[in-house]
């Protein structure tokens, strides 16, 4: 059944489900509709709206972010775009309007909560009972005793809030996951901390995240609207196993997770207002209004002093780059690395050698070859084969999730049998796998990561002619970029642009000529290493624009499509040594205007290696051969070698050497990222 | 792209051995047919949620009562049943291995001890889980028989079953 089906569905049975209900309503908690206003409430009204008005509550800061007020071109206006969330019609725009109507709302006796039909909201509730976060911060700023609020029983609140009892809040980021655009660059939720569940019971926490609707079928048009706007993103409330079972076992994505340094009352406004936000909706915006900066403002309406929303950078908000923020701010305070069910398996099964991974090898089979099992389980010791035994269950449990119909059912009677051999075996007394620091260096906390923009400024010789190129790219990473915090193999690359300004034979004498060189709208690959035990494809498309030495009648501009699937491995040694060779078959097609607009495409095959010696030093050595159809020009040719060293995080050093069908180029970049 | 109609295909396959379960009872409470409902609109469209979990009422904060959660949070008497459909894959292995946070969950929500809870389910994992198809529900009620005939255990209980 699709989302949007049971949406309907959902929304039907409501429907059906208020209808049995509506003359319930009137008995419903906090609607003391019966109760006539009283002469002295509207005394008491001026009295407050005269004292919060003294005191100029309406541009208080914590006001005006409890109301996610944020300026957008210069004016400022609440992200809030729909469902219930404001008062006052000019809400959105007016934060002394809605002072006004939330204090009336909370005194009146009539419920103001509009009906059951307008939003999400199913049930009527008295503002008093909505607006938690509100309440609190008028009970801090006002004189406001609780004589002074009408009766209202506000029992689901209170139902839920107890439910949650939370005495702190963990930040939880899903690292990227590149077979899914909208997760390319990690994602950010908030976990809920529980009295009764110590760090051991995490699991069975709430997660708070923020997400866009998505309807079924949007496919090519999702971009587009996911980027401008036309979804409707909404708070929602998540068992935290849940969100694990996703991102860790479903989708082999590591978490981290990093507790908050929130004082009780903070505790208490962030639990209050993501009850407050439950029914509105903001338009979610891809890059810059999404889910990391969704939770960076329910944090920052705990307390505006920390004044984290402003500290964003403007352009796009990474949710790597929250969690730095939120570092730099001094608010995390202690972190924790959950390996995914896959790269669990990869730490432990990459050391293992000769009897332990031939015996590996076949638990990982389908179907086990007996005579072979028996001969080497002969005389090991029930602690080995536990430890080889649990790393492939790791591996079946991974693979079981992924298979269906026949092969599901294969990998579940193996399973089964793995597991029933594994219980008659004995508890391991060491914990299992994740001790700080290891697995690949590329593995490391987002923390580690360099920032998402980069600029850069290069210079160099092409054909024996001087250059100087800027470049600019948006997003995120690439291949010979320092890998700490990002997917080792892994690049995304979102709108790179390089200019080159042509000196002639010197620059002193004045420019030539300035032009893009080249650019890159959206470059992807994920280079996953295979070995013995697993084979994983990798595979990579790129859409650009490209500069090429004219000359054999070969075009000079063109814009690219190209994409294909391939394979890649990897060796590590103790010293830090890595290499990852890889190979890539691809089509591709090429749109040129030369001299007038033609079109050639053909197959392509892209090779190469990175060498990594530790973190701050790779070498890319990368080879493609083209051969376009029609095939009059014969096979095309480019060899390109990239030298990168990375004194910080942020900047590094780039010295390249490339041959485009044998014309020669060299060139010394100097990239920062920010 | 292989990769991505396999993953997509185990999903459909999960969305569809659990629908059965959809109207809640003893056989759960149907999240597990959501949340894979879910995951297979998010594979299949590749581009179904931006960022995390699409829009689903089951989680929405103030929805009121859908199925058995109450304003997104599971309702008391049906936590276990949820936790067991929402991580059975991974309960399954623990349970074998004797160790692990989810069996410590669950340990948990039954009102046990740990190391008690652990190694009477792990002495008795042929019997929780007799064939490959056993499901969470199934799995609930024979982990409902053990827990009632392993006395040491039931004492260190303080919610009896």
């Known amino acids: 059944m699709s989302i949007t089906r049971l949406l309907k569905l959902c929304i039907l049975r409501s429907f059906f489900f208020f209808l049995l209900l509506v003359p319930l309503f009137s008995f419903a908690e906090g609607d003391p509709t019966s109760v006539i206003a009283k002469p002295a409430d509207s005394n008491r009204l001026e009295r407050l709206l005269a004292e919060a008005h003294a005191k100029n509550l309406a541009s208080d800061p914590q006001w005006l972010k409890l109301l996610h007020y944020h300026r957008h071109a210069g004016a400022l206006r609440s992200d809030v775009d729909g469902g219930y969330f404001f008062l006052s019609p000019l809400g959105k725009w007016d934060s002394r309007a809605e002072l006004d109507a939330t204090l009336r709302a909370f005194l009146s006796q009539e419920d103001l909560s509009p009906p059951l039909d307008s939003g999400m909201e199913a049930g009527r509730m008295h503002p008093l009972c909505k607006f938690r976060a509100r309440l609190h911060f008028f009970r801090e700023r006002l004189d406001l005793a609780d004589s002074l609020l009408p009766k209202v029983d506000c029992d689901r609140y209170q139902r839920w809030r107890d439910a949650l009892d939370p005495v702190g809040a963990t930040l939880v980021f899903a690292s990227s996951y590149l077979n899914n655009p909208a997760s390319t660059f990690g994602h950010t939720f908030l976990r809920l901390n529980s009295r009764g569940d110590s760090a051991a019971l995490s699991l069975l926490n709430y997660g708070i995240t923020y997400a866009a609707t998505v309807p079924d079928g949007d496919g090519l048009a999702f971009a587009y609207k996911g980027i401008f706007g036309s979804y409707h993103g909404t708070f929602s409330i998540v068992p935290y196993s849940l969100s694990l079972q996703k991102y860790s076992n479903l989708e082999s994505r590591d978490v981290w997770e990093y507790d908050l340094a929130l004082d009780s009352n903070r505790t208490e406004y962030v639990v209050e207002h993501a009850w407050e936000l439950g029914a509105a909706w903001m338009r979610y915006f891809f890059f810059d209004e999404n889910c990391s900066y969704n939770i960076i403002t329910l944090l920052d309406a705990a307390d505006p002093d920390w004044r984290l929303s402003e500290s964003l950078a403007a352009t796009a908000v990474m949710p790597a780059e929250t969690v730095k923020l939120l570092e730099r701010k001094g608010l995390l305070i202690r972190s924790r690395h959950r390996q995914s069910l896959l790269s669990a398996f990869r730490q432990k099964a990459g050391p293992m050698r000769g009897r332990s991974r031939r015996l590996l090898r076949q638990f990982m089979q389908p179907a086990p070859d007996l005579a072979g099992l028996a001969r080497d389980t002969a005389g090991i010791s029930p602690d080995s084969l536990s430890f080889i035994l649990d790393v492939a269950l790791d591996y079946v449990q991974y693979r079981k999730r992924r298979s269906e119909g026949h092969s599901g059912k294969t990998w579940a009677a193996r399973q089964r049998e793995l597991l029933l051999m594994r219980s008659r075996l004995p508890t391991m007394t060491t914990s299992k796998g994740d001790p700080p620091g290891a697995g690949h260096p590329g593995s490391g906390s987002p923390l580690e990561s360099h920032a998402t923009q980069r600029i850069g400024l290069g210079m160099g010789m092409a054909q024996y002619r001087p250059f100087l190129d800027l470049g600019y790219r948006f997003a995120y990473h690439d291949l010979n970029a320092r890998e700490s915090g990002f997917l080792l193999g892994s690049q995304i690359e979102v709108l790179k642009l390089d200019m080159r300004v042509d000196c002639g034979r010197d620059c002193r004498e004045g420019v030539r000529s300035v032009g893009l060189q080249g650019a890159d709208f959206l470059a992807i690959q994920s280079l996953t290493p295979m070995d013995d035990l697993r084979q994983p494809m990798s595979w990579g498309f790129r859409i650009g624009y490209d500069t090429r030495p004219t000359g054999s009648g070969r075009p000079g501009r063109a814009v690219i499509g190209e994409g294909g699937v391939g394979a890649a491995m990897d060796w590590e040694t103790q010293s830090g040594l890595a290499c990852l060779p890889f190979l890539l078959v691809q089509s591709k097609v090429r749109i040129f205007h030369a001299p007038v607009w033609e079109m050639d495409a053909g197959p392509q095959s892209r090779s190469g290696f990175r060498l990594s010696f530790g973190r701050n030093v790779s070498w890319l050595f990368e080879n493609s051969e083209y051969l376009p159809a029609p095939f009059r020009r014969g096979l095309e040719s480019d060899l390109r070698t990239e030298l990168r060293y990375s004194p910080g995080r942020n900047s590094e050093v780039r010295a390249a050497v490339s041959y485009l069908d044998g014309a020669g180029e060299a060139s010394m970049t100097l990239n920062g990222y920010f | ?161």
């Open chain 2, 1 to 161: 792209m292989l990769k991505l109609t396999l993953l997509a295909g185990a999903i459909v396959m999960a969305g569809a051995s659990t629908a059965s379960a959809k109207k809640y009872g003893t056989a759960g409470c149907g999240l597990g047919s959501m949340i894979f409902h879910d995951q297979k609109g998010f594979i299949q469209v590749v581009a179904a949620t931006t960022n995390g979990t699409s829009g689903n009422q089951t989680f929405a904060i103030s929805t009121g009562t859908l199925n058995c959660s109450e304003d997104g949070l599971a309702m008391a008497d049906k936590e276990k049943e949820f936790f067991a459909s929402a991580n059975y894959e991974s309960l399954m292995q623990e349970m074998a291995q004797g160790k692990g946070e989810n069996l410590q969950a669950m340990a948990s929500l039954y009102g046990c001890g740990t190391e008690a809870f652990a190694a009477s389910v792990k002495s008795n994992y042929s019997q929780i889980f007799p064939t490959a198809e056993t499901n969470s529900s199934a799995m609930l009620t024979n982990l409902d028989g053990v827990i009632a005939s392993d006395i040491s255990l039931k004492s260190s209980c303080t919610e009896s079953n």
